[in-house]
């Protein structure tokens, strides 16, 4: 049985539809094929080209193992997965991680991250790099700002483990404060704001103890 709402999707069940990530698409693409489904049966099922059922076919082709895991609940255009192909596998990781962090996957800057790859990391090293509307200069300077970015990336990932604890610790000595009714209300009365960012605080140390990836401090104003 299916729903059909024809109001503003913003307001009405399609809002809600969990959509398959592109990988899981192209997992599921593979099992119809190995079954025998024809590729032109997919396609009518699906409403699209054959053509098109053949690149999901594909994706993975060229695409590092660790890259795919990375990638496999992400929804990434097939565009994204062209420009990861001209990588070497290493490069391939740093960008997927530098997309997982920025959470962009599309097609314009994954093909950025590919106009700022040094010729020695993708897999044509003969062919040249062409960027519509860049200058030598300005792709020298993309470089040297990706470069700069992954060394700031790495900094972080050395000292995340040692943040996230101390971020669960904090946040289980502000949760006994807030315990404290005479603490609340002296906090309410006399430091509204404090008291605001302290239950903040709370929230995402207790999200950080349930799920560590939805870990981040809130942009507060008092240590």
């Known amino acids: 049985m299916c729903l059909i709402a024809t109001d503003d999707e913003a307001f009405t ?18 099992k119809a094929i190995k079954s025998g489904v024809p590729e032109e049966r997919i396609a009518k099922a699906l409403d699209i080209n054959v053509a098109l059922i053949r690149r999901k076919r594909r994706l993975l082709d060229g695409i590092c193992p660790e890259v795919a895991d990375l990638l496999k609940d992400r929804h990434c255009p097939i565009d994204t ?27 314009p800057y994954s093909k950025a991250l590919l106009a700022a790859t040094p010729l020695d990391q993708l897999v044509d090293t003969k062919k040249p790099k062409i960027a519509k509307g860049v200058s030598p200069e300005q792709m020298a300077r993309m470089e040297a700002e990706m470069d700069r970015l992954q060394r700031e990336m790495k900094l972080v ?25 005479q603490v609340v209300k002296h906090l ?31 942009g507060t104003k008092h240590a």
């Open 81 to 107: 997965f062209r420009s990861l192909k001209q990588l070497k596998p290493i490069r391939q990781m740093e960008v997927a991680q530098l997309m997982v962090t920025m959470n962009n996957y599309s097609a």
């Open 157 to 181: 990932e050395a000292s995340y483990g040692g943040d996230q604890l101390n971020l669960v610790i904090a946040g289980a000595y502000v949760s006994s404060l807030l315990r404290n009714e």
């Open 13 to 30: 069940y399609n809002k809600r539809i969990s959509r398959l990530a592109t990988i899981q698409e192209h997992k599921m693409i593979l």
């Open 188 to 218: 309410d009365l006399h430091h509204a704001e404090i008291l605001n960012e302290f239950r903040r605080i709370t929230e995402v140390a207790s999200d950080a103890a349930e799920d560590p990836d939805k870990a981040g401090l809130p």
